[in-house]
């Protein structure tokens, strides 16, 4: 089995910036097509951006030039690099991973395109 465990989470003003980490363990990190998701109290689940095995990414309108994915292959970790937050990205931001295989772009954004899940970290922008 994958456990996901994410970190880097708290609060920050507008226009600041928080780096997430996500650490796989149980299996290869490598071997792994990962994504982040984000949920706001009261909203449905809302996909932020993933990375594929491969390295293909795919961002979230909303977060598009001030979000950067990436991730080492070394450590099994994931990041997200967020840039100029804003008080619409507060919300708990869970970490989702599925064996890597053919996908396209458009099921990189689904959140059943992935089988294992973290707990979430939870991000906070104040105004």
């Known amino acids: 089995q994958v456990q996901l465990v994410e970190s880097g989470g708290g609060l920050v003003q507008a226009g600041g910036s928080l780096r997430l980490s996500c650490a796989a363990s149980?299996?290869?990190?490598?071997?792994?097509?990962m994504g982040w998701f984000r949920q706001a109290p009261g909203k449905e689940r809302e996909f932020v951006a993933a990375?594929?095995?491969?390295?293909?990414?795919k961002y979230g309108d909303s977060v598009k030039g001030r979000f950067t994915i990436s991730r080492e292959n070394a450590k099994d970790t994931m990041y997200l690099q967020m840039n100029t937050l804003k008080p619409e990205d507060t919300g708990v931001y869970y970490c989702?991973?599925?064996?890597?295989?053919?996908?396209?772009?458009?099921?990189?954004?689904?959140?059943?395109?992935?089988?294992?899940w973290g707990q979430g970290t939870q991000v906070t922008v104040s105004s």
């Open positions: 989702a991973a599925r064996r890597r295989g053919p996908i396209t772009t458009q099921a990189m954004g689904l959140m059943s395109t992935y089988d294992y």
């Open positions: 149980g299996r290869t990190f490598s071997g792994y097509d």
């Open positions: 990375i594929t095995w491969g390295g293909i990414w």
